[in-house]
């Protein structure tokens, strides 16, 4: 069993739209980062967030933190092609003291012109 | 580029020898982690080190499996006997220690990623 829902799996839209993909969780995080992976390299981390109901804004990205720091969202505004790739939510899990990360499935986004 | 390195980027085998896949992380990061990723899967957890200790193991990594980090700085990941389940990237993050453990970014290598003939 996932410790992190990550949905929807697949997302294919135009070049111009908006977007948000969710993770969730029954669990509550210390702390809750997203990546962003292309094929054949490793995950680029894009943010963390650390404090629930924390909004974090990376240019047309944003992260939003649940108030009980159990889920997380990320919102494109205006998807370009660049975005294209799998976007990941990792959490470093509460009821852990070492700093692992539990990673969702992914969300693999294509953006098209 | 200081970024987490790892070699080599691609290796394949077969089935029943033993590969090894080395890690170095970021230069001032005294935490390294490995994971695995399979297609279609995010990253699971193999195992944990802070300086050259060793500090957690995921049941992931069976007795087949063996890290090593002896001096504290570049890791070691050995595979002995590889089985065709093995097949994976395998990936390397590092990051700082500190206060709020949970709260420090870790930094991915791009992986190796194996193949079991």
């Known amino acids: 069993t996932q410790l992190l829902e990550q949905s929807p799996q697949f997302l294919s839209i135009q070049e111009g739209e908006n977007l948000t993909v969710y993770c969730n969780s029954s669990?509550?995080?210390?702390?809750l980062q997203w990546y962003r992976q292309e094929p054949g390299e490793g995950p680029v981390l894009l943010v963390t967030?650390?404090?629930?109901?924390e909004v974090k804004k990376l240019k047309r990205l944003t992260f939003q933190f649940g108030d009980a720091r159990k889920d997380s969202s990320l919102h494109i505004t205006a998807a370009q092609p660049g975005d294209t790739g799998l976007y990941l939510c990792?959490?470093?899990?509460?009821?852990?003291?070492?700093?692992?990360?539990?990673f969702g499935r992914g969300t693999q986004l294509t953006v098209w012109p | 580029d200081t970024g987490v390195s790892q070699n080599p980027r691609h290796k394949i085998t077969k089935r029943g020898q033993n590969v090894t896949f080395r890690c170095d992380p970021i230069?001032?990061?005294?935490?390294l982690y490995w994971y695995r990723q399979t297609l279609g899967q995010g990253p699971e957890f193999l195992t944990y080190?802070?300086?050259?200790?060793?500090?957690?193991k995921s049941r992931l990594l069976s007795d087949r499996f063996s890290a090593e980090r002896p001096k504290g700085s570049f890791s070691t990941l050995e595979i002995q006997r590889t089985e065709q389940g093995d097949s994976a990237m395998y990936l390397c993050?590092?990051?700082?220690?500190?206060?709020?453990?949970?709260?420090?970014?870790?930094?991915f290598g791009d992986g190796t990623r194996l193949s079991i003939l």
């Open positions: 990792a959490g470093a899990w509460r009821g852990s003291t070492l700093g692992r990360l539990y």
């Open positions: 080190f802070q300086n050259e200790a060793q500090l957690e």
């Open positions: 230069s001032e990061h005294n935490r």
């Open positions: 669990s509550v995080f210390s702390s």
């Open positions: 967030v650390v404090t629930g109901g």
């Open positions: 993050a590092s990051s700082l220690a500190g206060w709020g453990l949970a709260n420090q970014p870790q930094h």
